[in-house]
């Protein structure tokens, strides 16, 4: 079974940066499509950003021009970088296999954006 790490959050005042990272374990990784996903306080799971196995990327409307995702596949990690942040990016940013996740759940790492 897949097991997945997040990290990289933090607080940050509003028009700052992280870089999220996501460890995986398992070699199916390689070969899967994934995305990351957010979670705002009193809300469900949204998709934000999905690469595919060979680095096409895609972006929810309120990620792009701000957040890029990238993958290093020898090292089983997924990254995002988000730059510009809001207050409204505030929430636990998860990892998965995109647009439907198939792993189960990393415990997420919480992003918090001040104003």
């Known amino acids: 079974q897949v097991q997945l790490v997040e990290s990289g959050g933090g607080l940050v005042q509003a028009g700052g940066s992280l870089r999220l990272s996501c460890a995986a374990s398992?070699?199916?990784?390689?070969?899967?499509?994934m995305g990351w996903y957010r979670q705002p306080p009193g809300k469900g799971r949204e998709l934000v950003a999905i690469?595919?196995?060979?680095?096409?990327?895609n972006y929810a409307d309120s990620g792009k021009g701000r957040f890029t995702i990238s993958r290093d596949n020898a090292k089983n990690t997924v990254y995002l970088q988000m730059n510009s942040l809001k207050p409204e990016d505030t929430g636990v940013y998860y990892c998965?296999?995109?647009?439907?996740?198939?792993?189960?759940w990393g415990q997420g790492t919480q992003v918090t954006v001040s104003t």
């Open positions: 998965n296999t995109a647009p439907g996740w198939i792993f189960s």
């Open positions: 690469i595919t196995r060979d680095g096409r990327t």
């Open positions: 398992g070699s199916i990784f390689s070969i899967a499509t």
